[in-house]
């Protein structure tokens, strides 16, 4: 069925890092867009970091130079690297799967793929 499982979420301080993995349940194949997304407790959900089948990845400006999203096309499993954490960091962190290339995607509210979520809590 395609579940997206996250881990890796955490509690550290500023400065710190943490690593994420999205683990899916069955192979796929074609183009597709994988995407980390995260909620803060009161706030809209917001991308963070997207990558296309071809390796392809775009990030949102407030995590640009700090994190960094790859995919193990061996293992079906997505990452996302962040460091230099900062509070504002601090959210649920989704991972969601959509088909067609990343560039194409207009809203992933209809995305057939999403993991239960994983924390992330950043302190000052």
């Known amino acids: 069925q395609g579940d997206l499982v996250e881990s890796g979420g955490g509690s550290v301080q500023s400065g710190g890092s943490l690593r994420l993995s999205c683990l899916a349940s069955i192979n796929f194949y074609g183009r597709y867009c994988m995407g980390w997304f995260r909620q803060a407790p009161g706030k809209e959900r917001e991308g963070v970091a997207t990558?296309?089948?071809?390796?392809?990845?775009t990030y949102a400006d407030s995590v640009t130079g700090r994190f960094t999203v790859s995919e193990d096309k061996a293992t079906n499993s997505l990452y996302l690297q962040m460091n230099s954490l900062k509070p504002e960091d601090t959210g649920m962190y989704y991972c969601?799967?959509?088909?067609?290339?990343?560039?194409?995607?207009?809203?992933?509210?209809?995305?057939?793929?999403w993991g239960q979520g994983t924390q992330v809590t950043v302190s000052s």
């Open positions: 969601a799967r959509i088909w067609g290339e990343c560039r194409y995607v207009t809203t992933w509210d209809g995305a057939p793929f």
């Open positions: 990558i296309d089948s071809d390796g392809a990845t």
